[in-house]
């Protein structure tokens, strides 16, 4: 056997050997078939034969929940998204959220469960041509507000996952740059 020093011989061989008629051999031989070799020739610190038969370990489901982060100092009002005929895979999210704290929010992500992702969106005018642009952040300032709109900044929903009914509620989260989040619930309409 190679030396390991993180492992020391045990007192119970040799009393095994000793109930055996003094047979060294015969305590290892035991120890090794009859009870398993670790726990009782020689031991790992920390590790017994006992620690094998330890009952299951008991998690409540409170405790079984990762810690969530705070949630973020926003309210959103009139959220909503636009409905959009079948077959259309994206949409607009719509409405205002107001920053209750004294320092801004800065929301780096939203997502969705009806859409494959979401992007955060600014509505940009260059001369007589306006189109979109990905935003990489969108900030709501401190105890202001950020208004979501088809001529700014929007959220958008892309690779709808099934049509969407106007009259119908769906949850959108967004989520901010240091980990919090808000769901809100935007109610689909026409336009």
């Given at each position: 056997m190679p030396h390991a020093p993180h492992l020391r011989p045990k007192l119970l061989p040799l009393l095994v050997s000793a109930a055996l008629g003094g047979s060294v051999l015969g305590?290892?031989?035991l120890g090794w078939v009859g009870l398993g070799w670790i726990g009782v020739g020689w031991a790992v610190p920390g590790w017994?034969?006992?620690?094998r038969q330890a009952t299951p370990l008991r998690v409540s489901p409170a405790q079984a929940r990762p810690p969530q982060p705070p949630a973020l100092p926003l309210r959103a009002t009139g959220a909503w998204v636009v409905a959009v005929?079948?077959?259309?895979?994206?949409?607009?999210v719509f409405g205002t959220l107001t920053n209750t704290s004294a320092r801004p929010v800065v929301l780096r992500?939203?997502?969705a469960p009806l859409a494959a992702h979401a992007?955060?969106?600014?509505t940009v005018t260059t001369g007589?041509?306006?189109?979109m642009e990905a935003a990489r952040t969108l900030t709501v300032p401190a105890r202001g507000h950020l208004v979501l709109g088809d001529l700014g900044a929007h959220i958008m929903l892309m690779g709808l996952k099934r049509p969407l009914k106007p009259g119908e509620t769906i949850s959108v989260t967004l989520h901010s740059t240091d980990g919090?989040?808000?769901?809100?619930s935007a109610a689909v309409r026409k336009p």
């Open positions: 305590g290892w031989v017994s034969a006992s620690a005929p079948p077959g259309t895979g994206e949409t607009s992500s939203a997502t992007m955060l969106m600014n007589t041509m306006t189109g919090r989040r808000l769901v809100l």
